[in-house]
């Protein structure tokens, strides 16, 4: 049925007179879900049984200052100073368990009274979070990919930052910490904090080892695989995960193996995969000293070639192609189509780093202290994690089982289609009948969507 133009259009032109009022209206009435799912796995109680060796004397304690933290990043902002902007939310102070939001020189005072033992305590409790919904998820497989991330600041001052390589902001100060994703969830598992001036290799195979160790004591009992790039191809760090039976892929770096070069122009026969993949095999061994030899699978592509002069269409000039290389040095055995699918698979923590960067503030360094900045990150990818555990608790997984590439098995939306799918939801707070509700202006997606996030924390929504 069509609707006529008087049905549609209506006059209004006057601009409303604007006034402010103490009515308990919050412009983030989504943060209800997060508060229902924060309750649930009691995640203020975990925070103060791993901060209470600091001093709780004080009105605002550790653990309510990450717990900040975490909230203030999932709303959106990104600056400590951002907090004045929403100190006097009514359902945000309710969340935090506070009646008044602290000074951001508070915040920033608390955050470099931090130490090195609530560092590793805020890991431990990522690494159980992240962990437990792994292990449930996909108990026959875990997969973790290792890859490093600059965090930059123009800031002089900030303790532990170093001038390392660093092609977007040259001659900055920085950290390079090395993250550890669990690909079946798209979840940061663990993060080894490093200066900006190491090389993608350092502590890098103990980090590894140590992951997969939490694994184990966590019950996991099936096949550990870790997938790495080129920086972590050495024979120290192979033949370690060998001997701990954990199956890994790392991309074998041309530049420091000119005799591979040599190999791969002198080679005459290609097993192909499809139209665009061939391949061949050998046995490869980190270094010339050593006893273990691997499976070093090099592949070949057909790229178009860029072409030179002036632009015609293709249906008028010749197609011509050529070949791009790469090698994988594995100890699983699998077909190469598998193993080339399998490698390719850890290119989706860059979406996972862009995410942290882009819709959470992972980048930002709020203090002085290398300590402060460190729970600042911790307490972002907490964020990150908590928000992929409420999409995956309210949702059957997308794949029954891990698929070649090792995707996450559910289908999980990025922190910003979240915020404004729900969380950034204007509401107002009353009491009925001596119970405390909640109002949404009306709207079937926004309704639909927060009533399956509620679902499995046993919150009523009527």
């Known amino acids: 049925m069509r609707s006529s133009r008087k049905q549609v259009s209506a006059a209004s032109h006057a601009v409303p007179e604007v006034r402010f009022a103490d009515h308990d209206l919050t412009s983030f009435g989504g943060l209800v879900v997060l508060q229902a799912f924060l309750q649930r796995i009691d995640l203020n109680g975990q925070l103060r049984t791993r901060l ?45 368990g506070l009646r008044r939001m602290p000074d951001v020189s508070t915040v920033s005072r608390r955050l470099g009274q931090f130490d090195e033992t609530s560092v590793d305590k805020l890991r431990d409790l990522l690494r159980e979070v992240v962990g437990r919904r792994v292990c449930v998820a996909s108990p026959a497989c875990i997969t973790l990919d290792f890859d490093g991330s600059v965090l930059s600041t123009k800031a002089r001052r900030i303790e532990g930052t170093a001038i390392g390589y660093n092609k977007k902001q040259k001659g900055c100060r920085s950290y390079y910490p090395l993250f550890a994703m669990a690909a079946q969830t798209g979840q940061v598992f663990d993060v080894l904090h490093r200066a900006g001036n190491c090389h993608d290799s350092r502590g890098a195979s103990e980090f ?17 695989e870790a997938r790495m790039d080129s920086a972590h191809f050495s024979d120290a760090t192979c033949a370690a995960l060998d001997d701990h039976d954990i199956e890994f892929s790392v991309s074998v770096p041309f530049e420091r193996i000119p005799d591979l070069k040599a190999v791969i122009e002198s080679r005459r026969t290609w097993h192909p995969i499809d139209d665009e993949w061939s391949y ?61 699918e399998f490698h390719n ?118």
């Open 208 to 224: 590894v080892l140590q992951c997969f160790a939490k694994l184990r004591e966590m019950g996991f009992r099936g096949r550990a």
């Open 345 to 462: 698979g850890r290119g989706a923590q860059e979406g996972t780093f862009a995410e942290l960067k882009t819709d959470l503030p992972m980048e930002y360094l709020p203090s002085r202290r290398q300590v402060g900045n460190q729970v600042w990150l911790l307490s972002v990818v907490l964020a990150h994690a908590l928000t992929r555990e409420m999409q995956m608790a309210a949702a059957t997984p997308r794949h029954e089982r891990n698929t070649p590439r090792r995707e996450p098995l559910w289908r999980l939306d990025r922190v910003d289609t979240l915020r404004k799918r729900w969380l950034q939801r204007a509401a107002r707070l009353t009491r009925h009948a001596g119970r405390l509700v909640i109002t949404f202006a009306k709207g079937k997606s926004t309704e639909s969507e927060i009533r399956r996030l509620l679902q499995p924390w046993g919150t009523e929504a009527a």
């Open 52 to 96: 209470r060796h600091l001093s709780s004397s004080v009105a605002y304690d550790f653990s309510r200052i990450v717990l900040i933290l975490i909230v203030h990043t999932l709303l959106g902002w990104r600056r400590l100073r951002d907090l004045d902007h929403y100190r006097e939310d009514p359902l945000v102070l309710r969340v935090l």
């Open 280 to 340: 061949f095999e050998r046995t490869w061994s980190p270094s010339k000293h050593s006893k273990t030899r691997f499976n070093c699978v090099v592949f070949r592509h057909r790229v178009r070639k860029p072409q030179q002069g002036p632009i015609q269409l293709d249906l008028f000039r010749p197609v011509e192609r050529e070949y791009e290389y790469k090698a994988v040095l594995t100890n699983k055995v699998a077909a190469a189509g598998a193993t080339l």
